[in-house]
C-alpha cells in the first residue's frame, strides 16, 4: 500500500508538468519512480506511468519515461519502449526518441522495438529517434527496413496450412514441399 501511495503521489508531481516537452523534473521523478520497479515489472510500469497520464501530457509524460528507463535500467529500455508502444501507440514515438536520447548505441534496438508494437506508425518512429540522435541515423534507418524475424515465417506457414486445408477439403491427396 505505501509502495502505490507513493507511486501516486510522484505521479501526481510527473503530470503536473507542461505538456510541451518532459522537464527535468518529470525525468528525475520517472526516475525515482521506476528505480523502485523490479527489472521483471519494469516495462509493465513503465506502460502504466504512460497509459495513466492525462492525454494532454501523455506525450510530455513518455518521453520522460523513456528517458527514466534507459538511465535506471539500460539492458531493459527497449522492452520498456515496447511495451509502452503496444500500450499507447500514439506516443511511441515520444518514448522511442526519450530512450534513444539516452542511450544512442541502442538507438536502432530502441526504434525496431517501438516500431514492432502494433498500431505504430515505423516512419514516425524513424523520424523521431533520427531527430534524437541524428548521428545514427543511417543505422536507425537499416534496422527499421529489415524483415521482421518471424514474418516470413509466419506468413509461409499461415499460407501453407490454408494450401493444406483446401486440398484436405477437395479430397485432393497431394503433398505439399
Sequence with gaps: MLCCLSVGFGWV????KPALAQ????????REILAKVPAAELAAKSAQLVASAPAKEMASVAAAVGQAVAKV?????PAAVAAVSAKSPAVAPA??????????D??????????GAPG???GDIRAAVIASVPSRAAEIM??????????????????????KARNASAGESQVIH
Excluded at 522537464?23 to 520517472?30: G, H, I, K, W
Design 13 to 16: 508531481a510527473l503530470t503536473a
Design 106 to 115: 541502442s538507438a536502432s534496438a530502441i526504434a525496431v522495438a517501438a516500431a
Design 95 to 104: 518514448v522511442a526518441a526519450g530512450a534513444a536520447g539516452v542511450l544512442p
Design 23 to 30: 522537464t527535468a523534473d518529470q525525468v528525475a521523478l520517472a
Design 73 to 77: 535500467n539500460p539492458d531493459l529500455a
Design 142 to 163: 537499416s534496422a527499421l527496413s529489415r524483415p521482421k524475424v518471424g514474418a516470413s515465417v509466419g506468413g509461409s506457414d499461415a499460407v501453407f496450412r490454408e494450401a
Design 120 to 122: 505504430v506508425k515505423s
